[in-house]
């Protein structure tokens, strides 16, 4: 290197390291500007007085520091601020704000927050104290059937009822008296060895589908669905498989419900006197026990199966029924729905045995389909039902309700027929947007499961912290028209999902709602997945 090249080099060593050092941001001390702490305490400890309270009640809190800050201060039930009437050198008076729930109690000063008691607010929405099965169950639970004699059948993926499966586990499924109490008698055995969505009797037999392949002491050759003895053991068939003409001939017994799907079934019902299947299956399938295997080596049970998607019918003894939705030609069932289906079968007279789809499709039988069809009791669909372009987003739960007349939908769209449905929406019969019902927004998640009740309240579960910018955590109650019903929405948090809410009656008389799903608190209370409350 020459020395006028060095000495190039040196300069402009020295102008970068300036630069650098000009360019070098001047960071201050995150911690040296601390806010001071305010000097202000909110009792944890102390009973608030009175301990519970409605809305519009005067509650006294204990409190110390709050003098200096009295024209700051915003007072939280949880999350809802309260009208502050006095604050002294140790208390401070609130009233329970119109949309107060149970919960933490707070103070905010500035952006400084000061924690409380938890302060129960009582309204027209409590836990059912009769209600016999305090311990719940510990897995999900999908229905609550109800037997003619008033008893329930209570079936979903648990292994313990009411603490009473510690020692020999209760298999998914249990009969109980009205008010949740266990019922002994009831001899599943080991019962099923999956999950089970529904239950329906129909010739003498209860039927179970859900997803399973074994039931007590057959623990093979069943398919997702299968029939039970009244008793609630299995009904069985002795056959006489193939064997080898050397081999002697011996009886061995098989579930007689000889039928199934090669995966979980969601939903089934009585229709025309046959199975009505509903699920994300594609095919359906049978056993044969009377034909060999290809080795003749032992006794033969082939697994035969014919192409049938998401909608299926069977005869009571498991066989396919191909007079309801199958292609004679194609020897195979109906395209159905390009996505992920659930279903509502109709009962009411007007509507009966109809079927409503629902879910995340575009298309039915390869016709344009938003998200929600019906189809008609032969199984096509049915062109009275007009639900435009349907919705932009899935649909997670449909109910309706026979008294009101009216569909309520739940799920992430946004609209419904071009017209704005946020999150919610309540249809008219013919699958029209009854307008007279505008949900407000959401934040924080959104409604998984909703029932109109008989009185045109609407009950609404999910993952939302809040409704039209008002603290729920995740459960409340609404008006016809959407609006949060006034008295209804004392409840505190509620965490999980809904699966179905029930209409009926604590043990004294009074108008109650079965809650099942999949949750762990409601009002703010540790539960297990099944709870009655009543509703003034």
């Known amino acids: 290197m020459s020395k006028i090249n060095y000495i190039i080099t040196i300069i402009l060593a020295v102008f970068t390291l300036e630069a650098c050092k000009k360019d070098k941001t001047e960071f201050s001390d995150p911690y040296g500007d601390g806010k001071p702490p305010l000097g202000v305490t909110l009792s944890r400890d102390a009973t608030p007085t009175p301990a519970t309270g409605s809305v519009g009640t005067e509650v006294t809190f204990k409190a110390t520091g709050l003098i200096p800050f009295k024209d700051k201060i915003k007072f939280m039930f949880n999350g809802e601020p309260g009208q502050v009437t006095e604050v002294t050198e140790s208390t ?11 919960g933490i109690t707070s103070i905010a000063i500035d952006d400084q927050l000061v924690i409380g008691p ?11 104290p009769s209600f016999r099965a305090t311990a719940g169950a510990n897995n999900y639970v999908n229905q609550v059937y109800p037997l003619a004699d008033g ?48 239950v329906i009797e129909l010739g003498g037999k209860y039927i179970i589908a859900g997803g399973f392949s074994g039931y007590n002491q057959r623990t093979e050759n069943i398919s997702n669905i299968t029939s039970l003895n009244i008793d609630g053991s299995i009904d069985t068939i002795g ?20 039928g199934g799907t090669n995966d979980f079934i969601g939903k089934i019902y009585k229709h025309q006197n046959k199975i009505l299947a509903t699920g994300n299956f594609r095919y359906y399938v049978r056993r044969v026990y009377t034909e060999h295997n290809h080795d003749f080596t032992r006794d033969t049970v082939i697994l035969d199966s014919t192409e049938i998607r998401q909608v299926i019918r069977f005869n009571l003894d498991g066989s396919l029924d191909k ?82 007349k009216k569909y309520l939908i739940t799920g992430i769209f946004r609209t419904y027929d071009g017209k704005s449905a946020i999150s919610m929406a309540l ?10 019902f505008n949900a407000k927004s959401f934040e924080g998640g959104y409604p998984g499961f909703a029932r109109q009740l008989d009185d045109g309240l609407i009950v609404v579960s999910g993952s939302f912290k809040k409704y039209d910018n008002v603290t729920r955590n995740g459960f409340m109650v609404l008006n016809a028209k959407g609006e949060l019903a006034a008295n209804y929405n004392s409840t505190g948090p509620f965490s999980g999902t809904l699966n179905d809410i029930i209409q009926t009656k604590s043990a004294d008389g009074k108008r109650g709602l079965l809650l099942i799903g999949g949750f762990d608190r409601f009002d703010n209370v540790q539960v297990s997945n099944i709870i009655r409350v009543t509703i003034e």
């Not at 401070?92 to 949309?99: G, L, R, T």
């Not at 302060?119 to 059912?128: M, P, Q, S, Y």
């Open 92 to 102: 401070i008076k609130v009233k329970v704000p119109p949309f107060g729930s149970t």
């Open 118 to 128: 938890i302060f129960k607010v009582t309204g027209l929405i409590n836990i059912d």
């Open 151 to 198: 008893r329930n059948l209570i079936l979903g993926w648990f292994t313990n009822y009411d603490n009473k499966g510690i020692i020999t586990p209760l298999n998914r499924l249990v009969r109980t008296s009205a008010d949740g109490e266990f019922d002994r008698t009831f001899r599943t055995g080991k019962a099923a060895n999956g999950g089970l969505s529904r």
């Open 239 to 258: 056959i006489k498989t193939y064997r080898r003409p050397s081999q002697t001939d011996t009886t061995k017994y098989f579930p007689k419900f000889n």
């Open 323 to 404: 007079t309801y939705r199958f292609d004679m030609g194609a020897n195979k069932g109906r395209p159905s729905a390009n996505g992920p289906i659930d279903s509502y079968m109709h009962t009411d007279a007007d509507q009966l045995e109809k079927l409503v789809l629902f879910g995340s499709f575009t298309t039915f039988d390869q016709k344009a389909a938003g998200r929600l069809i019906r189809l008609g009791a032969d199984g096509k669909i049915d062109a009275s039902f007009k639900t435009g372009v349907g919705t932009d987003n899935s649909i997670s739960s449909l109910t309706y309700n026979a008294v009101t």
């Open 427 to 436: 249809l008219n019969t013919d699958g029209s947007l009854d307008q007279t």
